[in-house]
């Protein structure tokens, strides 16, 4: 088991560096790994049963943390291993509490570091935690902290403000928007496939599923609310 881990790492330092959160979900290891390749000095974090994908890579954690009520027996042993030779931190959480490991991991990313938060293992199975995850991405509004879930087919944020996305930065050719909670007011959708203009956008309906961007920027502006932006690939 200690041949596990090539290498310590052990700690969390202060700095503007990525942050990317293992959670207990499914992850898919090629998506891992093109988000590790690029934030490579990105601080790990393990949220509870993430640390099993963690271990089928090789990587070693920077922290661990969750109540481990869904780890196996042989994940539980990787805690162990890693706790006892190679010091690194682990944070037991009692099962019975109000929060999910995942939102635990996002206030320890948010309390020890600077950069954006990625979150894989937040989406599958279980559409209450992804719902539940959707939430906790407006957890970095007042830190001013992008929080990012992401798997191989979606990346999802909320926006707060107004925002520019470039085409040859997008994740995926589809653009998707929803309003979080109460109504969007004032949206404009410039150098979309499917522009907007001072929209008044409510729930209840599937208008701002499949845009696409028509030019090289895509500019979103808002007046009110909060909207969850989904970049999406087949």
């Known amino acids: 088991m200690q041949e596990i881990f090539a290498e310590n790492s052990g700690k969390i ?35 509870d049963k993430g640390i099993e994908t963690m271990a089928e890579m090789n990587l070693m954690p920077d922290f661990i943390i969750g109540d481990f009520d869904s780890a196996s027996e042989d994940a539980v042993k990787i805690i162990k291993n890693l706790n006892e030779v190679y010091g690194i931190s682990v ?27 990625y979150i894989l293992g937040g989406t599958g199975t279980r559409i209450d935690h992804v719902l539940g995850n959707i939430a906790v991405l407006g957890m970095g509004h007042d830190a001013h902290r992008r929080i990012i879930l992401q798997d191989s087919h979606n990346r999802i944020e ?9 085409k040859e930065e997008l994740f995926g050719k589809y653009i998707s928007f929803f309003p979080f909670g109460d109504r969007v007011e004032g ?21 701002g599923v499949s845009n696409e961007l028509a030019a090289e920027e895509g500019h979103i502006s808002f007046n009110s609310g909060v909207l969850i932006m989904v970049q999406s690939k087949d």
């Open 158 to 166: 909320l926006l707060f403000e107004d925002t520019v996305i470039k």
């Open 13 to 47: 330092e202060e700095g503007e560096d990525s942050v990317i959160i293992f959670s207990g979900g499914s992850i898919d290891i090629p998506c891992a790994i093109k988000l590790l390749d690029a934030h490579k000095n990105a601080v790990l974090i393990a949220a």
């Open 187 to 207: 949206l404009t959708l410039e150098g979309f496939k499917y522009p907007l203009k001072n929209y008044s956008f409510g729930g209840f309906n599937s208008l």
């Open 91 to 117: 944070e037991k959480l009692v099962p019975e509490k109000d929060d999910t490991d995942t939102e635990d991991a996002v206030k320890l990313a948010l309390s020890h570091t600077l950069g954006d938060i």
